[in-house]
């Protein structure tokens, strides 16, 4: 069974930065893309950054100049650098990626359980 771990969220102050990880558990083989979603209260989920296999990356307007996002294929992670953070920035954040595990080298989407990150104005 594949599992995605996120930490790092917090409370931070507007201004301020944190650096959001997801890690991958279990028999993977590999990791395809991977993504950052944020969902606030009230408001439906949403793509806050996603990165292939291959290196691409893709960000909302929202973030763009303030978010990056990374990957460690040797470690089965995939990180989140928000700098300049703003209150409406507070949501819980998910990682969810593609991955191939198991013995079959099946392939699965897994989401983790999410990460609150609020802001503080």
Do not use: H
Not at 14 to 31: E, H, K, P, T
């Amino acid at each position: 069974q594949v599992q995605l771990v996120e930490s790092g969220g917090g409370l931070v102050q507007a201004g301020g930065s944190l650096r959001l990880s997801c890690v991958a558990s279990g028999r993977v083989f590999s990791m395809n893309d991977m993504g950052w979603y944020r969902q606030a209260p009230g408001k439906q989920r949403e793509l806050v950054a996603g990165i292939s296999s291959g290196g691409s990356t893709n960000y909302a307007d929202s973030v763009k100049g303030r978010f990056t996002i990374s990957r460690d294929n040797a470690k089965n992670t995939v990180y989140l650098q928000m700098n300049s953070l703003k209150p409406e920035d507070t949501a819980v954040y998910y990682c969810d990626a593609g991955v191939v595990a198991g013995e079959l080298r099946r392939y699965f989407e897994v989401w983790g359980q999410g990460t609150l990150v609020t802001v503080s104005s």
